[in-house]
């Protein structure tokens, strides 16, 4: 996996609300766990742009209700800091639903994704309507 050279604030702990951005079918998530996660002994591991969670889908198709699914988040509220100095941050939290090969469920994303989820998964970003 690719380093990034922005500082991302690690904002989303289990049991955030995420809106689903694709068009799989889900479209409300909440996150379970972060997938690889590292950290202090007894705190909640966060998460943020560009890392991969589990999550339960609360709302959408009933295929993926109550199911475990991976999801990358793409925009999330908190502002993140950009090496050149420039805040960026979005209206939502929101990810988008990928396989264990780290390949998109959906075939288009709604709304915008930041640019440090492309540097790190190359193949999203074929799917992205904007790239900010």
């Avoid at 109550?66 to 800091?81: N, S």
Wanted: hydrophobic share 40%.
């Amino acid at each position: 996996m690719k380093g990034l050279s922005t500082k991302i604030s690690r904002s989303l702990i289990p049991s955030s609300v995420l809106t689903c951005a694709d068009n799989s079918g889900a479209k409300t998530l909440m996150i379970i766990n972060k997938i690889g996660k590292a950290g202090k002994k007894g705190r909640l591991a966060t998460s943020g742009i560009g890392d991969i969670v589990m999550a339960s889908v609360k709302s959408g198709n009933p295929q993926y209700i109550k199911k475990k699914v991976r999801v990358v988040i793409i925009r999330q509220k908190q502002p993140i800091r950009r090496a050149n100095g420039m805040r960026v941050r979005f209206e939502d939290n929101a990810g988008i639903l990928i396989t264990d090969s780290n390949l998109a469920v959906g075939t288009e994303v709604k709304g915008a994704m930041a640019r440090e989820v492309v540097e790190r998964y190359i193949k999203l970003a074929g799917i992205a309507s904007r790239v900010v």
